[in-house]
């Protein structure tokens, strides 16, 4: 007679993940099961033990702790725990002890193993609680850096100092001195109800006022900054950083429905965390040689480690990566202008690509592109620009931003040019769409920017919204060019590799992964007349409107994360290594976990491609394979 | 915590590894002698390192004599590990009629009999899985008894091996069970040292009853909380057993 252990079973059988479970599975997991008895204190697995069972509490509780020690959670009857030392590295990644006297089940490894292949409820069931585990780490992580819990109106120390917009250069320059502020909010006083007009830094004063003699009459209103980018006072300390990093401001005017609070600075922001990616972009702004910016980029890396230890997520670390890259770029053309004198005609020095989307990690080529002014005469001043590129873009790859192999740089004098051929071209691209060229142009729909004259780079994000969502054959010919390269799936959720020579075996996360995804997302968010260009925010713009099945958004937020996050930590563990960081991935070192995701991830990616297909019907005769 | 007792019927002055070497010389039944000679641990050896087997009998009564085995339950355990990989349970036919009161207790009903192979059929089986291991057992004027009078029936030859009898450890760590008329006054309430209440002292879980095998894995449950409480992972067997 087959050994029935009734007790057990029953138990189990009233339990997730084991009350779903068929009849025959639950008697096998049964049979091989092991009891053991923990008296109450006594310690039931620690850290770094080999993971051998999944623990299941019959009777009694157990208490899990954080490496640190501290207590992380609570369980009792019907709960199991071990199971994230099973997927993820074998070892115990919790300590447990009997917090009561405690009846425990074991099953062993093996037994894990094979539910988890086979039995697709018990790896949601487990998975999930992962996720779970996961979001508590995240956000338990988020709680230690207070960057991203504490709000910016923590950093305000006193209200700000204003002064009406008709105050002179020298009134002005009084204030800020007398109150001790590095900043002078302005604050135009014509209409009923006083409004903030702009703001002036000390170092608008030294830049603006000192280098250029002005005399101590000048209106304020003349030169002081307006467009202001600004912060709401609800808003974290992380949210401005990221605005800082993005927009190069260092000094931020915080709002409460619209009446100033006060203004933050960059050296708040610093002085509340030494170690964020905002104390390397003040430092860029210091160096005044070529050579002292090489000098400091060896420091990119470490902040890039950094912030994937915390657990930052690929957003922010994307977002800080290019904020860094930005401030190089910037920092370089502000020498270049001190060395080549002031531009001959005003110009806006344009990111394009993963900088522009704020999707920049470690390892990335320079894309970027000069918009001159209309009044632009090539005999003229392209000797300025020619030098000025070359200075930027030399320095860039001093700095680790290798040249771009496919020349979309400013110092290619194609990608040099005034406004309206910039808006020719761009129309061009879009009425008169050829797969061939857009093959090539998909780069300069992610475009920011971010020096010089940047409404000039405005008008052309507002150009191409407005003709691209009008463009059924553009968007067409996109969709055909964003299918050539497929998530390296086969048959059976298999993993198909590359064969690429030396780098065998692997998977190219970017290649296809991330820019599938980033492809897909730009010609939906040019469908909807977006002009956003982050995928995450463009995701949010595609969310607003009913362009997507329901779901979708979500999904391809979840998946571009995952596999952003899989490849980030890949390349920070490459660095923590001391070898060269890469895209490629071999399956083999991923925890079963991350393989199982990323599996999902990349089913999600062939779904939105084959969306992609279906909605916007490429004109082509062949089959798209 | 040194407890040492011996019954009258186990008396004698050799150590059980001793014991079972004489028998093994004795045994003329192969399946006996196997089991003989597959002996016992030292009596030194820490109960950590000792293979143990919880055993349960359900039988017809409580008397060897008159009564019969109809169901056998096994499961080999060690002080850290219950295996239910090799967990043994058997319903054999009685060679007593059952009577309805022992029916209404075990649940094994005439039909679940009539289907069951003698005792013998499973013997081989049943020596094998406790070769070598300590038996463990909740009231030991059962299981090994009425395996020795089922033996001697057989084979006319009898069986006896060292037990760990927990309801024993429960009786001395209560010597004074039973409260006297003032302390039943006072509210005190005997304590009993039945195989659930036992458990119960020791926060295990409520397991249904008289099943032979649930009650075996409920033995070896109980051993183990009963050392971790009261003795320790190297107290030697030869406190222990019986």
Not at chain 1, 77 to 93: A, H, P
Not at chain 1, 295 to 323: L, P, Q, T, Y
Not at chain 1, 518 to 531: E, F, M, T, V
């Amino acid at each position: 007679m087959q050994a029935e252990l009734i007790e057990i079973r029953n138990h189990l059988a009233q339990h997730s993940p084991f009350d779903d479970m068929a009849e025959d599975t639950l008697d096998q997991v049964v049979s091989q099961i092991e009891v053991a008895y923990y008296r109450a204190g006594s310690t039931i697995t620690e850290l770094g033990d080999l993971s051998t069972h999944l623990y299941y509490i019959r009777s009694g509780a157990v208490e899990i702790y954080r490496r640190s020690g501290e207590l992380y959670n609570r369980l009792s009857e019907g709960d199991i725990f071990g199971q994230f030392g099973l997927m993820m590295n074998k070892t115990v990644r919790f300590p447990t002890k009997a917090l009561e006297d405690s009846l425990l089940y074991l099953i062993p490894a093996a037994v894990f193993q094979q539910l988890w292949e086979t039995d697709e409820s018990f790896a949601d069931y487990v998975e999930i609680e992962d996720r779970t585990r996961l979001r508590t780490a995240v956000s338990r992580r988020e709680k230690g850096n207070e960057l991203m819990t504490a709000r910016v109106t923590r950093l305000i120390s006193r209200p700000p100092v204003t002064a009406p917009t008709t105050i002179r250069l020298q009134e002005a320059a009084r204030i800020m001195t007398e109150e001790g502020v590095s900043s002078l909010v302005l604050m135009d006083e014509s209409g009923d109800k006083p409004t903030m007009a702009g703001i002036i830094t000390d170092r608008d004063l030294r830049t603006r006022a000192l280098t250029e003699a002005l005399p101590s009459e000048t209106p304020i209103r003349d030169i002081m900054s307006t467009g202001l980018i600004t912060i709401h006072s609800r808003a974290f300390i992380f949210e401005a950083m990221l605005l800082m990093l993005h927009n190069n401001v260092h000094h931020l005017p915080v709002l409460d429905r619209d009446e100033p609070r006060g203004v933050i600075s960059l050296a708040d922001v610093i002085k509340y965390e030494t170690q964020s990616s905002l104390f390397l972009v003040g430092n860029i702004f210091h160096q005044q040689t070529v050579k002292g910016l090489k000098a400091i980029s060896k420091d990119v890396r470490h902040s890039f480690v950094r912030m994937v230890n915390e657990d930052a997520n690929s957003h922010m670390i994307g977002s800080a990566m290019a904020g860094i890259g930005r401030s190089f770029t910037q920092r370089l053309l502000e020498l270049g202008e001190e060395k080549f004198g002031p531009p001959p005609v005003p110009y806006c020095f344009m990111a394009l690509g993963s900088m522009a989307r704020d999707e920049q990690l470690v390892v990335t080529d320079q894309d970027n592109a000069m918009i001159l002014d209309d009044r632009f005469e090539p005999e003229l001043h392209d000797g300025y620009f020619l030098s000025l590129a070359r200075f930027v873009c030399d320095g860039l790859a001093a700095c680790g931003y290798r040249y771009c192999t496919g020349d979309i740089m400013a110092t290619n004098e194609k990608w040099r040019q005034p406004l309206r051929v910039w808006k020719d071209c761009f129309s061009d691209w879009i009425d008169n769409p050829k797969a061939e060229a857009l093959l090539n142009s998909n780069i300069f729909f992610d475009l920011d920017g971010i020096h010089g004259d940047t409404q000039m780079a405005e008008e052309l994000k507002a150009l191409i919204a407005g003709k691209a969502s009008q463009s059924q054959r553009f968007l067409a010919y996109l969709a055909r060019n964003a299918l050539n390269r497929t998530p390296p799936l086969g048959f059976f959720r298999t993993f198909v590799m590359e064969e690429d020579g030396k780098q065998n075996n692997t998977i190219n996360l970017k290649r296809r992964g991330t820019a599938p995804i980033s492809d897909l997302i730009r010609i939906h968010a040019l469908a909807c007349g977006s002009r956003a260009q982050n995928s995450f925010e463009r995701l949010q713009a595609i969310g607003e409107t009913r362009l997507l099945p329901e779901g979708s958004v979500e999904n391809l937020r979840d998946a571009l994360e995952f596999i952003a996050i899989v490849r980030i930590r890949h390349q920070a563990l490459a660095i923590e290594d001391g070898r060269e960081p890469d895209n490629n991935v071999r399956p083999e070192d991923l925890s079963p976990f991350e393989r199982n995701h990323l599996k999902d991830a990349f089913q999600v990616v062939s779904n939105a491609q084959k969306f992609l297909r279906y909605r916007y019907q490429a004109p082509v005769g062949r089959s798209l394979g | 915590m040194a407890h040492r007792k011996r019954s009258a019927t186990d008396a004698t002055d050799a150590p059980w590894p001793a014991r079972l070497a004489h028998c093994a010389a004795q045994a003329r039944d192969p399946r006996l002698k196997a089991y003989f000679e597959a002996g016992c641990p030292a009596p030194d050896t820490p109960i950590h390192e000792v293979p143990l087997v919880a055993l349960d009998f359900e039988t017809t009564g409580l008397d060897p004599d008159r009564h019969a085995i109809v169901s056998i339950g096994l499961v080999p355990f060690t002080l850290s590990r219950i295996q239910c990989r090799d967990a043994r349970h058997w319903v054999v036919r009685p060679q007593r009629p059952l009577n309805q009161d022992s029916v209404t207790i075990h649940g094994i009903t005439h039909s679940d009999i009539d289907e069951a192979p003698d005792l013998e059929e499973i013997l081989a089986d049943l020596l094998a899985a406790l070769a070598g291991r300590v038996a463990v057992v909740h009231y030991r004027a059962i299981e090994r008894p009425f395996l020795d009078v089922a033996l001697r029936w057989r084979l006319h030859e009898g069986i006896t091996f060292p037990v760990i009898d927990t309801m024993a450890i429960e009786a001395h760590l209560h010597p004074k069970r039973r409260p006297n008329w003032l302390q039943r006054l006072s509210g005190e309430r005997s304590v009993s040292i039945r195989l659930a209440d036992s458990r119960t002292r020791y926060h295990l879980p409520h397991y249904a009853p008289h099943h032979a095998l649930t009650d075996a894995l409920a033995t070896a449950e109980l051993l183990q909380a009963q050392i971790q409480h009261h003795f320790n992972a190297e107290t030697p067997l030869r406190d222990l057993w019986l």
